[in-house]
Protein backbone atom coordinates (compact mmCIF):
# COMPACT_ATOMS: atom_id res chain seq x y z
CA UNK A 1 0.00 0.00 0.00
CA UNK A 2 1.31 3.48 -1.00
CA UNK A 3 -0.05 6.39 0.96
CA UNK A 4 0.05 9.76 0.45
CA UNK A 5 -0.82 12.34 2.68
CA UNK A 6 -1.71 16.38 1.74
CA UNK A 7 -3.86 18.92 3.10
CA UNK A 8 -1.97 20.60 5.94
CA UNK A 9 -0.99 23.99 6.05
CA UNK A 10 -0.70 27.43 8.18
CA UNK A 11 -4.31 28.16 9.81
CA UNK A 12 -5.45 30.41 12.72
CA UNK A 13 -6.39 29.06 15.79
CA UNK A 14 -10.12 28.12 15.74
CA UNK A 15 -9.96 27.65 12.14
CA UNK A 16 -10.33 23.81 10.44
CA UNK A 17 -8.31 21.90 7.56
CA UNK A 18 -9.37 18.63 5.88
CA UNK A 19 -6.31 16.21 5.78
CA UNK A 20 -6.42 13.79 3.27
CA UNK A 21 -4.40 10.41 2.80
CA UNK A 22 -5.06 8.54 -0.64
CA UNK A 23 -4.17 4.98 -0.67
CA UNK A 24 -2.94 3.11 -3.76
CA UNK A 25 -0.91 -0.74 -4.74
CA UNK A 26 -3.75 -3.39 -2.86
CA UNK A 27 -7.10 -3.58 -1.65
CA UNK A 28 -7.75 0.05 0.13
CA UNK A 29 -10.75 -1.50 1.94
CA UNK A 30 -9.40 -4.47 3.82
CA UNK A 31 -7.06 -2.09 5.96
CA UNK A 32 -7.76 -0.50 8.69
CA UNK A 33 -6.25 3.28 9.24
CA UNK A 34 -5.08 6.02 11.54
CA UNK A 35 -3.68 8.96 11.67
CA UNK A 36 -0.69 10.03 14.14
CA UNK A 37 1.05 13.33 14.26
CA UNK A 38 4.18 14.74 15.72
CA UNK A 39 4.92 17.87 17.31
CA UNK A 40 8.52 19.42 16.97
CA UNK A 41 10.89 17.79 19.28
CA UNK A 42 8.48 15.27 20.56
CA UNK A 43 7.70 11.29 19.89
CA UNK A 44 4.93 10.19 17.52
CA UNK A 45 1.35 10.25 19.01
CA UNK A 46 -2.02 8.58 18.25
CA UNK A 47 -4.80 11.17 16.99
CA UNK A 48 -7.77 8.88 15.29
CA UNK A 49 -8.48 5.68 13.91
CA UNK A 50 -10.59 3.97 11.57
CA UNK A 51 -11.86 0.40 10.77
CA UNK A 52 -11.93 -0.82 7.55
CA UNK A 53 -15.62 -0.59 6.69
CA UNK A 54 -15.45 3.08 8.22
CA UNK A 55 -17.96 1.71 11.06
CA UNK A 56 -15.83 1.79 13.97
CA UNK A 57 -13.68 4.99 15.16
CA UNK A 58 -11.59 5.68 17.86
CA UNK A 59 -10.06 9.03 18.71
CA UNK A 60 -7.13 10.65 21.21
CA UNK A 61 -9.02 12.36 24.00
CA UNK A 62 -7.73 15.69 23.38
CA UNK A 63 -9.31 16.47 19.65
CA UNK A 64 -12.49 14.29 20.43
CA UNK A 65 -15.45 16.31 19.50
CA UNK A 66 -13.08 18.17 17.02
CA UNK A 67 -11.59 16.16 14.59
CA UNK A 68 -13.57 13.34 12.70
CA UNK A 69 -11.78 10.90 10.82
CA UNK A 70 -13.63 9.18 7.34
CA UNK A 71 -12.78 7.37 4.74
CA UNK A 72 -14.14 6.73 1.21
CA UNK A 73 -14.00 3.10 -0.17
CA UNK A 74 -16.35 3.29 -3.00
CA UNK A 75 -15.61 4.29 -7.01
CA UNK A 76 -12.21 3.71 -6.52
CA UNK A 77 -10.79 6.80 -4.25
CA UNK A 78 -9.68 5.12 -1.32
CA UNK A 79 -8.83 7.97 0.75
CA UNK A 80 -9.23 8.55 4.43
CA UNK A 81 -10.00 12.32 6.01
CA UNK A 82 -9.06 14.06 9.29
CA UNK A 83 -11.43 16.75 9.49
CA UNK A 84 -10.09 19.22 12.35
CA UNK A 85 -12.12 21.79 13.35
CA UNK A 86 -11.13 24.56 16.68
CA UNK A 87 -7.93 24.02 15.61
CA UNK A 88 -5.00 25.02 18.96
CA UNK A 89 -1.76 26.15 18.71
CA UNK A 90 -0.99 22.48 20.52
CA UNK A 91 -2.10 20.57 17.35
CA UNK A 92 0.71 21.95 15.22
CA UNK A 93 2.73 19.03 14.25
CA UNK A 94 3.50 16.78 10.88
CA UNK A 95 0.39 13.98 10.76
CA UNK A 96 0.62 10.68 9.88
CA UNK A 97 -1.55 8.98 7.72
CA UNK A 98 -0.75 4.73 8.15
CA UNK A 99 -2.30 1.41 7.43
CA UNK A 100 -2.62 -1.80 8.84
CA UNK A 101 -4.65 -4.68 7.91
CA UNK A 102 -6.54 -6.27 10.82
CA UNK A 103 -8.24 -9.86 11.27
CA UNK A 104 -10.86 -8.03 13.11
CA UNK A 105 -12.82 -5.26 11.90
CA UNK A 106 -11.84 -2.81 13.86
CA UNK A 107 -8.94 -0.02 14.73
CA UNK A 108 -5.15 -0.05 16.09
CA UNK A 109 -4.03 2.83 18.15
CA UNK A 110 -0.71 1.74 18.04
CA UNK A 111 1.73 3.11 15.88
CA UNK A 112 4.05 0.06 15.88
CA UNK A 113 1.74 -2.22 14.38
CA UNK A 114 1.37 -0.31 11.86
CA UNK A 115 2.83 -1.69 8.28
CA UNK A 116 2.57 1.65 6.01
CA UNK A 117 3.20 4.78 6.15
CA UNK A 118 2.37 8.11 4.18
CA UNK A 119 4.94 10.76 4.08
CA UNK A 120 3.91 13.14 6.34
CA UNK A 121 1.68 16.77 6.05
CA UNK A 122 3.22 19.67 7.81
CA UNK A 123 0.26 21.48 10.08
CA UNK A 124 0.70 24.98 11.89
CA UNK A 125 -1.83 26.36 13.89
CA UNK A 126 -0.85 29.92 14.54
CA UNK A 127 -2.32 31.18 18.22
Known amino acids: VQLQASGGGLVQAGGSLRLSCAAS????????MGWFRQAPGKERDFVAA??????????EDSVKGRFTISRDNANAKNTVYLQMNSLKAEDTAVYYC???????????????????WGQGTEVTVSS
Open 98 to 116: AAVKLDSGSYQYTDIEYDY
Open 25 to 32: GRTFSSYA
Open 50 to 59: ISWSGGITYY
